[in-house]
């Protein structure tokens, strides 16, 4: 299976889930936070760096359980910009 390459916008909205679950996840241990959401500390490691930027909804869903964040909060901080450009404007 060939997956098609993200766009700015994605990465750009991977980067920022990632930094949203870094600030919800506070002085907690990556492992820690990791557990309760039963997902392995390598697998929030690379959705907090954006390595890996577009992660299921059941992950997405634990994550939020674990840091106390609702569904709603988390679409809301990733959700497109208003002016709808979607990060094309963005620069390497």
Known sequence: MVRTPLTPWERERGERFGALLREARGDRSMVEVAAVAGVSAETLRKIETGRAPTPAFFTIAA?????DLS???LAAACAPPADGGHGEALSA
């Open 71 to 73: 569904l709603d909060e």
């Open 63 to 67: 994550l939020a359980f674990a840091l």
